[in-house]
T-cell receptor, first 107, second 113 residues
């Protein structure tokens, strides 16, 4: 499974868009990009995943570069409840979690 | 979709005791995963099943750990002769296919005294 690199922490103002970057330069052709988040003492929550096209759902948008070596998760209108650790995972059969990005939404 | 259920939510045990955790995946999900998470770290993969077959085990899974999924439905994770280093959150997850989203349970928090 390819490794990912994420900034350890980020801040965003409430109501603004939160853009979380992820580098995955060793991704292979059949590996998907997944994003999960985890709020303290809860299990990780699925956000979105994609292969090469940009994806959007009710929670977020996922932008994957054309060479697939990096991606960005966009939370369009961040709220205080979006404060969590966000994990970017590139995966085949199993999801291998890194350290993630601790996102803090400030009022 | 009733979600992934784990039991118990919390377990406190003394060093040297055996413990067993149960996971009930989302019905019809043929893939089931176990992870372990310690404070401040991301979840670490332990093992996964496709139906009743255990297809992969992490090197983190010592001989004291054993997981089963006897009929391809619920799964159990047993830790024998617990050690203080086993204290962690044990997470179970399931999905319907290799590229589908993985749904996690709320975890079992184990404290070994």
């Amino acid at each position: 499974d390819a490794k990912t690199t994420q900034p350890p922490s980020m801040d965003c103002a409430e109501g603004r868009a939160a853009n979380l970057p992820c580098n995955h330069s060793t991704i292979s052709g059949n590996e998907y990009v997944y994003w999960y988040r985890q709020i303290h003492s809860q299990g990780p929550q699925y956000i979105i995943h994609g292969l090469k096209n940009n994806e959007t759902n009710e929670m977020a948008s996922l932008i994957i570069t054309e060479d697939r070596k990096s991606s960005t998760l966009i939370l369009p209108h961040a709220t205080l409840r979006d404060t969590a650790v966000y994990y970017c995972i590139v995966s085949g059969q199993k999801l291998v979690f890194g350290q993630g990005t601790r996102l803090t939404i400030n009022p | 979709d009733t979600g992934v259920s784990q039991d118990p939510r919390h377990k406190i045990t003394k060093r040297g005791q055996n413990v067993t955790f149960r996971c009930d995946p989302i019905s019809e999900h043929n893939r089931l995963y176990w992870y372990r998470q310690t404070l401040g770290q991301g979840p670490e993969f332990l093992t996964y099943f496709q139906n009743e077959a255990q297809l992969e085990k992490s090197r983190l899974l010592s001989d004291r750990f054993s997981a089963e999924r006897p009929k391809g439905s619920f799964s159990t994770l047993e830790i024998q002769r617990t050690e203080q280093g086993d204290s962690a959150m044990y997470l179970c997850a399931s999905r319907s296919g290799a590229r589908e989203k993985l749904f996690f349970g709320s975890g079992t928090q184990l404290s070994v005294l």
